[in-house]
């Protein structure tokens, strides 16, 4: 009754309790409020976060340290599951929020969660974000982050061949970059990157922003905040800003692909799973069509994004233990 008639697009009909959550942020701060307010919309995103999430994961142990990047000092918290006779991997995770909002206490219950049901040991980076840091800053931190962890993985337990990387959002964008990153700079990559529904091409707009780009959570003046305050138009098309523009995605590590059906960057996501596909990377690719940008962390509210999580991680972890 809260939820209203389920909304149905293109043959796909949206979780009611995903509709709910659609109509109370419809509620909250504008989608563009003004760059003075950033500070705000991160504290909201931080409180609100753990109601979403759930919380879980609080059998891990958690360890918070500094690293040395090329631009100075990056915040890791490290997340390490309990006894098992897994062998131990490694997943440096970048959390999304446009580059501009979220953190490593916005994320810790996803990626608290990750580490206790994927099995492995998870390093949340805290990246530098704009509007104090605009791009490539993210991106440097994200490589760097990345290459630290490579280097200390016998340190952290694991081995530096058995590195994924993973992130939601502007985070899968930043996985997907690093693994370009690697790939370009002829250095050893991550073996295996989840990218949740991931930001690929800043540059353009595909149809999904049209079709979902109002009314459905992350909508697509909140998007253009993102970017504006994030990179200058004339340097959208870089593809450590746009991996989906790269014109060689050759030699990429195995993805696997994760969208929603009700999000604007929909398209965007299955695009570049069909790129990596077709550049001869293997893919896995999945479209949960009831969900909205974010599910991944909502699992502790609402059950289809449980479900759809469960989903995810259980082929990530057969992916990441292969």
């Known amino acids: 009754m809260l939820a209203g008639k389920p909304a149905e697009i293109a043959g796909q009909r949206l979780d009611l309790q ?23 919309v991160r504290a909201d995103m931080e409180a609100f976060a753990p109601a979403l999430s759930g919380g879980g994961g609080r059998e891990v142990a ?20 309990g006894a098992s006779d897994l062998p131990v991997l490694l997943l440096v995770y970048y959390h999304g929020g446009g580059w501009v909002i979220g953190s490593i206490e916005s994320h810790d219950g996803l990626c608290a969660q990750l580490a206790a049901d994927a099995r492995c040991t998870v390093v949340s ?39 994924a990387v993973g ?34 091409d800043l540059s353009r707009e595909s149809a999904s922003y049209a079709t979902y780009g109002e009314g459905f959570y992350l909508t697509r003046a909140r998007i253009e905040w993102f970017k504006d305050i994030y990179i200058p138009v004339e ?24 969208t929603a059906g009700f999000d604007p960057l929909c398209d965007e996501g299955r695009a570049y799973a069909n790129a990596l596909e077709a550049a001869g990377v293997a893919v896995t690719y999945k479209n949960y069509e009831g969900l909205i940008h974010g599910f991944a962390s909502m699992a502790g509210l609402i059950p289809a994004a449980r479900a759809a999580y469960d989903d995810m991680v259980e082929t990530f972890r057969t992916l990441l233990h292969a």
């Open 18 to 40: 995903m509709q709910w959550l659609c109509k109370l942020a419809a509620f909250g701060r504008p989608d563009s409020p003004p760059v003075s307010e950033v500070p705000q």
């Open 62 to 81: 958690r360890e918070d340290r500094h690293i040395d990047g090329q631009r100075g000092s990056i915040p890791i918290r490290i997340y390490r599951p």
């Open 125 to 163: 980076v805290d990246y530098r974000m704009a509007p104090e840091h605009p791009f490539p800053a993210a991106v440097e931190d994200a490589t760097d982050a990345f290459r630290w962890v490579r280097e200390h993985a016998q340190e952290l337990g694991g081995g530096p061949a058995r590195v």
């Open 167 to 200: 992130g939601d959002s502007a985070g899968g964008n930043l996985a997907a970059v690093v693994s370009q990153q690697c790939a370009a700079f002829g250095e050893p990559g991550p073996s295996l990157q989840l990218l949740i529904y991931p930001a690929t």
């Open 235 to 258: 340097e959208r098309a870089d593809v450590r800003a746009s991996p989906l523009r790269s014109e060689k995605l050759s030699g990429q590590p195995p993805a696997h692909v994760i």
